[in-house]
């Protein structure tokens, strides 16, 4: 079963959907998750192809509890964060630089890694310090993301290059 729910009024929506049977993971079963977009708000990352390419990618969108999910986006609203989508060269490397990692925060450090090293290449200090901002609300997303994975199989991300 698939709904659609609106998380905040005019910032974004997310699928919703229902997950039953999950139970034999020896944890209890969660039942309802949502699939977080490291790279948001949607709005922003949009916009520009090469943004929406890697806010797209199946290894930077990790399946959350749904609590633990909402909580992540009510305290970075609260703060006013959110991830700043990179400079349009930043972009294009980090595309090229970017690897699946063997599991969820090995596929996280391959995106921090990649936008450190494009941040590198740019002369702009404008696409720096939105380099730097992403990298720390990234990072800022991992215990949410540790805490709200959905079962142990989804640290382990098939091999399919996405
Ligand atoms: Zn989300």
Redesign the pocket.
């Given at each position: 079963m698939e709904s659609r729910r609106i998380i905040t009024p005019d910032e974004y929506i997310?699928e919703t959907e229902d997950v039953e049977a999950l139970g034999n993971f020896g944890i209890p079963a969660r039942t309802h998750y949502?699939r977080?977009?490291i790279l948001?708000y949607r709005r922003e990352w949009a916009e520009h192809s090469e943004a929406r390419a890697l806010r797209g990618r199946k290894s930077l969108i990790p399946r959350?509890d749904e609590s633990v999910?909402n909580a992540?986006?009510d305290n970075f609203r609260e703060q006013n964060l959110h991830v700043p989508i990179l400079g349009a060269q930043t972009l294009n490397l980090v595309n090229r630089l970017y690897e699946v990692g063997g599991n969820q925060f090995h596929s996280i450090d391959n995106l921090l890694s990649s936008i450190d090293k494009a941040a590198t290449f740019t002369p702009n200090s404008t696409s720096r310090e939105l380099a730097e901002l992403a990298i720390h609300t990234i990072q800022l997303q991992i215990p949410y993301i540790r805490d709200g994975l959905l079962h142990p199989a989804d640290l382990h991300i098939p091999p399919c290059n996405s």
């Open positions: 997310e949502n977080h977009h948001f959350l999910h992540l986006h």
